[in-house]
């Protein structure tokens, strides 16, 4: 599971762990933990942002998740709360780490990447989500 023991703390330093893909790990921007993990359980819902084309959330989406098509995002940046937890979610996890860490830039604290997308979801989370 991404964040799960398995990654070693010389994963992380290192920048690259076994749950991500073509990673570069910096504090704040890590892999995301399912919502209902332990350290996560206490904290407010965060918001579920999903920068795929319309196309693809028609297909299969996390339930919550708020469609904000990547291209879009810096026109419509003002909607986004840079004080909540979110957590970007596309197809297989690079335009969401991409679009991650351009909100870093933009002044966002607490970002997190779903490791391996809604493809990842669907495999190891929820199998009966639809795979594309």
Same mark, same amino acid.
């Given at each position: 599971?991404?964040?799960?023991?398995?990654?070693?703390?010389? !994963?992380?330093?290192?920048?690259?762990?076994?749950?991500?893909? /073509?990673?570069?790990? /910096? &504090?704040?921007?890590? %892999?995301? /933990?399912? =919502?209902?993990? %332990?350290? #996560?359980?206490?904290?407010? $819902? =965060?918001?579920?942002? +999903?920068?795929?084309? =319309?196309?693809?959330?028609?297909?299969?989406?996390?339930? !919550?998740?708020?469609?904000?098509?990547?291209? #879009? @995002?810096?026109? $419509?940046?003002?909607?986004?709360?840079?004080?909540? +937890?979110? @957590?970007?979610?596309?197809?297989?996890?690079? &335009?969401? $780490?991409?679009?991650?860490?351009?909100?870093?830039?933009?002044?966002?604290?607490?970002?997190?990447?779903?490791?391996?997308?809604? +493809?990842?979801?669907? $495999?190891? @989370? !929820?199998? #009966?989500? /639809?795979?594309?």
């Amino acid at each position: 599971m991404p964040g799960s023991a398995s990654d070693s703390s010389s !994963d992380r330093e290192s920048g690259s762990c076994s749950n991500c893909r /073509r990673s570069s790990w /910096r &504090r704040g921007w890590q %892999p995301a /933990r399912a =919502p209902d993990h %332990p350290e #996560t359980a206490a904290r407010p $819902r =965060p918001i579920l942002l +999903d920068v795929r084309e =319309p196309w693809e959330y028609a297909l299969c989406h996390l339930a !919550d998740s708020f469609l904000l098509p990547m291209q #879009t @995002v810096p026109a $419509r940046l003002a909607e986004l709360d840079a004080d909540a +937890d979110i @957590v970007v979610i596309c197809h297989h996890g690079v &335009r969401s $780490r991409q679009l991650g860490s351009f909100l870093e830039n933009q002044g966002f604290r607490s970002v997190y990447n779903l490791a391996g997308g809604v +493809d990842a979801w669907a $495999r190891e @989370v !929820d199998p #009966t989500m /639809r795979k594309y």
